[in-house]
């Protein structure tokens, strides 16, 4: 965001509040109270002078009749740091520690006329902060004043000190508007999880309520060449979304959990009840995993800056663990053909699938 501002002055002072110091005019900055700012979130963490010739000058006014430099006492930095930070001091450890860059600070001024004296004076700034140890940009602010007056004494201090004060103003009505809607102001990454259910007629969505029947394995035959009496087609799938809400960005993670009834099959002659509980538990197990994603995301260090290749990993991570928690199950079991493991596993998933449901 960008902000000029460019307005002609006519004015008179009769005191002078900058002074001559060998043949230069020295801008003294005043804590001045009207500077505080009332209602604020952030404070002054560092100023840092990018201007093409860093130090303390600011140009060149005519002073005496003459062209003469203009500067701040000390090295721009600092005078504006102690400046900016009396206004927005630190109040909470929550505010945003901002940093300041001065892109432009100057004062301009040439003669057009017997005692008639033009000038300019600009201001550019940017905002930003580091989340992470990683830069973020918020917002720039620019300005210009434009200025005739008479060639005698010239309060220079109270044109800088407005337009620093509109810098820090533009700041603060910027970050009100945009807190809880700008990624680029959040603090923390918020995981919100939520089961998805979609009307499609060939799947199966996971419900404890609901269990696995005959007809949803639409294949009658055998796949080729297997001796197996029974295969379901299990998986799990996200969606995700982020917003920003308060100091948060929310991560909004849909979860699927389904079986696809056309990839799913049962011999004609093995379609008993146990073998129709052997494929539930692999529907379970799948289920149990989403957990288990679940549980990896929660634990991950999710940046804002980069969060979703995170969770993509993890999905990966995942996945591979059903695959391998699928084989086990399969492997142990005989494929439902020993009864005695098939029992065991039948307890422990039913306790892990009742662990899962009594916290929802």
Do not use: C
């Not at 008179?12 to 060998?22: L, N, P, R, S, W």
Request: aromatic share 12%; hydrophobic share 40%.
């Amino acid at each position: 965001m960008r902000i000029r501002m460019m307005f002609l002055l006519a004015m008179i002072f009769t005191h002078a509040t900058a002074f001559a110091q060998q043949d230069r005019v020295v801008i003294k900055l005043a804590q001045d109270p009207a500077s505080l700012l009332k209602t604020y979130k952030f404070y002054i963490q560092e100023v840092e002078d990018q201007r093409l010739i860093p130090g303390s000058s600011l140009g060149k006014v005519i002073a005496l009749g003459k062209e003469t430099p203009i500067g701040l006492p000390g090295k721009l930095d600092k005078e504006l740091f102690t400046y900016w930070s009396f206004a927005a001091s630190k109040k909470d450890q929550t505010y945003l520690p901002l940093y300041i860059s001065v892109k432009e600070l100057s004062v301009q001024e040439k003669r057009v006329a017997p005692n008639k004296v033009t000038g300019e004076m600009k201001l550019s700034v940017k905002f930003r902060w580091y989340r992470n140890m990683q830069p973020v940009e918020l917002t720039n602010y620019q300005t210009a004043v434009n200025y005739t007056r008479p060639e005698r004494d010239f309060d220079y201090e109270k044109l800088i000190e407005q337009l620093l004060d509109q810098s820090l103003a533009h700041f603060q009505k910027w970050m009100t508007l945009n807190a809880g809607k700008n990624p680029a102001l959040a603090r923390n990454v918020q995981l919100v999880f939520k089961e998805l259910v979609t009307n499609d007629p060939d799947t199966v969505f996971y419900s404890p309520k609901r269990p696995l029947i005959w007809d949803d394995f639409k294949v009658r035959n055998a796949k080729p060449g297997s001796r197996y009496a029974a295969a379901v087609f299990t998986s799990f799938g996200y969606e995700g979304r982020s917003y920003p809400k308060d100091d948060d960005l929310v991560v909004e993670i849909g979860l699927k959990t389904f079986m696809v009834k056309s990839m799913s099959w049962g011999r004609p002659e093995s379609r008993t009840a146990s073998t129709l509980r052997h494929e539930q538990i692999h529907f379970d197990i799948t289920r149990l995993v989403v957990e288990k994603f679940k549980a990896r995301l929660r634990n991950a260090d999710l940046s804002i800056e980069d969060y979703d290749s995170e969770i993509q990993y993890q999905f990966l991570e995942a996945f591979r663990e059903m695959n391998n928690d699928q084989e086990q199950y399969d492997g142990e079991t005989g494929h439902g053909l020993n009864a005695g493991a098939q029992a065991a596993w039948d307890r422990k998933v039913a306790d892990e699938i009742a662990a899962v449901y009594a916290v929802q």
